[in-house]
Each structure stands twice: as structure tokens, then as C-alpha cells.
């Protein structure tokens, strides 16, 4: 198995690197999506990756896009990735990468939370709401919410944090129509994703979908889908409201990363990240691993 930090495609002109992704175009109307093994915490993109990482991500969205197809569209091609590059360069495409449709992307985080988690968490605190949805008084950390409900967030450049916002701000950005299909189609594609999980023994807290347009206008599910890096993971049996349960995404590092010091300091997690030790980076990995083998099983 190849460890791309940072993938090199020559062949191919590079159009952006995201926080795990490098982005190359493959004619006008296609990209090479390379989801490599960099971890970013708290918008930092840590030196070190996780090994095997971007092959476990590509795994399970191309799991979840194959079970979740009969929702929407998705931007899937079908053509192989390694048809793309040259000889040299396929290990380090291979297992790791999707060739997709070239989309206009939609400027907003489609967030749908089953449970009351995270930032969510905190601004209920706040608010006894999250992103302008009332929520009943009585909850705590990790409560099940009634229903899922649908928190989007405006995309940020990288190393920014995505801004929550109301439905109303996501209209006024997209228009009602397209704000209200990626509501509803968001929560449609959470609601039948959470049910199959449980049945697998994992709850799906929360997570976050991408949408995009094609060239005749069609809303296509876009990126990543429902992987540990764009959902929040919890078995089933470490669940235990009032209290953050274990989680199967980055939360074990991001744990570590609350609790270093640097020159007797916590973090201030701006740039450079600290340097994290061999076993974190082991134990992040299984945590990828055991989401993946529990949920394709």
C-alpha cells in the first residue's frame, strides 16, 4: 500500500488540494478526485498522515453511493481512475481515487444531525436551538432528536471554519427551490443511511453532504459521502447520552490535539500543527478500519 501525504500527477493539470483531496482536471468535463491520508483537526491539516486513510474514505463512499443511488444522481463516472494517469503514477491513484463528472458546486455544507453533538451541542447551550431550529428544552449532550434535522453551513476557504447558518440565509444564498431540494434530499439520503448503520451497530450522529449542478442543471450528490472525515460515527454500545461517546471518525486525535501542550501551552490550533506520536496515528487508523469493515461487513 502507498502513503500519499500529497499526491504528484504530473499528467494531469492540478486544480486545487482541499484538506484530504488533490483535485486534477481530466478533459473539460471530468476530474481525478485523490483522496489522500492527511488528517486535518480543527481546520489544521496535521504533517503526519494516517496511512491507508484516503483508500478506507474512497471505499466507503463508493459503498454508500452504490446503497444510496436511487435517491439522486451522484457524480460518479464509472471509468476507472487509473485510466486517467500514466503507468508511473497509478499506485498513487489506485483504491484511492474516483474520476467524476465536473459539476458547478453549490456554496453550501448540507448538514442533517440525528443527535445532538458538537457545535450543535454547544449552541444549544446557547440557544436551546441550532441554526435557527428550535429544539426542546430538556436535552443533553448526544440526545436523539426527535427527528433529523437539516443545520446548513456556507462553505469556507481552507483553513477556515464553515459559518452555520439558517435555511433562510442558504435560500437567500441558492434560491428557495435548490435550498429546498438539498434539504429534503439531505435528509432522506441521513434518514435511510442512519437506519442501515444501526443495523450494523453504528449510529450516525450527524453528517454532512455536497451538491453540485451539471451542465443541464440536474442536483448531483457530490465529494465525499458519509465517511468518518464528513460524519460523526458512534457504536452502538459505547452510546450513553449525557456524555461524548466513542467515536469511530477523528475524534481520537482530535482528543490528543485538546490535550498537548506546546512551551507548556495548550494548542491554539492555528498552523503548524504539533507532531503527532506513531500510536495516535495507529489507533486513528483502526478507528477508520473498524467503521469501514463494521458498516461494508
Request: aromatic content about 8%; proline content about 7%.
Given at each position: 500500500?502507498?502513503?500519499?501525504h ?29 483522496a ?51 503507468a ?97 434530499l439531505?435528509?432522506q ?23 453540485g ?9 457530490m ?35 485538546e ?23 495507529a ?15
Amino acid at each position: 500500500m502507498t502513503t500519499v501525504h500529497t499526491s504528484s500527477i504530473h499528467s494531469l493539470p492540478l486544480l486545487a488540494r482541499g484538506k484530504v483531496r488533490d483535485n486534477y482536471a481530466v478533459g473539460t468535463d471530468r476530474i481525478l478526485m485523490v483522496a489522500s491520508d492527511r488528517l486535518s483537526a480543527f481546520d489544521v491539516i496535521l504533517g503526519e498522515p494516517i496511512p491507508g486513510k484516503g483508500i478506507l474514505l474512497t471505499q466507503m463512499a463508493l459503498f454508500w453511493f452504490a446503497k444510496l443511488g436511487h435517491i439522486c444522481p451522484n457524480h460518479l463516472t464509472g471509468e476507472a481512475p487509473e485510466s486517467a494517469v500514466t503507468a508511473e503514477e497509478v499506485p498513487q491513484v489506485t483504491g484511492r481515487s474516483m474520476l467524476v463528472k465536473r459539476l458547478k458546486p453549490l456554496p453550501i455544507e448540507a448538514v442533517v444531525r440525528g443527535y445532538l453533538a458538537g457545535s450543535g451541542w454547544k449552541e444549544y447551550q446557547d440557544s436551546q436551538s441550532v441554526c435557527g431550529v428550535p429544539l426542546p428544552a430538556d436535552l443533553r449532550n448526544a440526545s436523539k432528536l426527535a427527528a433529523p434535522i437539516y443545520t446548513p453551513a456556507a462553505k469556507a476557504a481552507v483553513g477556515d471554519h464553515d459559518e452555520n447558518i439558517t435555511f433562510e440565509q442558504s435560500v437567500a444564498a441558492i434560491g428557495a427551490d435548490l435550498a429546498g431540494r438539498i434539504r429534503d434530499l439531505s435528509i432522506q439520503i441521513y434518514s435511510e443511511a442512519a437506519a442501515f448503520a444501526l443495523t450494523k451497530g453504528v449510529i450516525i450522529a450527524d453528517t454532512k453532504f455536497e451538491f453540485g449542478l451539471d451542465t443541464d442543471g440536474t442536483l448531483v450528490l457530490m465529494d465525499e459521502v458519509l465517511t468518518p472525515d464528513s460524519s460523526r460515527f458512534w457504536p452502538v454500545e459505547g452510546y450513553v447520552e449525557g456524555s461524548n461517546p466513542p467515536s469511530y471518525d477523528k475524534q481520537f486525535v482530535r482528543d490528543w490535539l485538546e490535550q498537548v501542550q506546546i512551551d507548556g501551552k495548550p494548542w491554539n490550533k492555528t498552523p503548524p500543527a504539533p507532531r503527532v506520536p506513531a500510536d495516535v496515528i495507529a489507533k486513528t487508523a483502526a478507528k477508520y478500519q473498524e467503521a469501514l469493515e463494521r458498516l461494508t461487513a
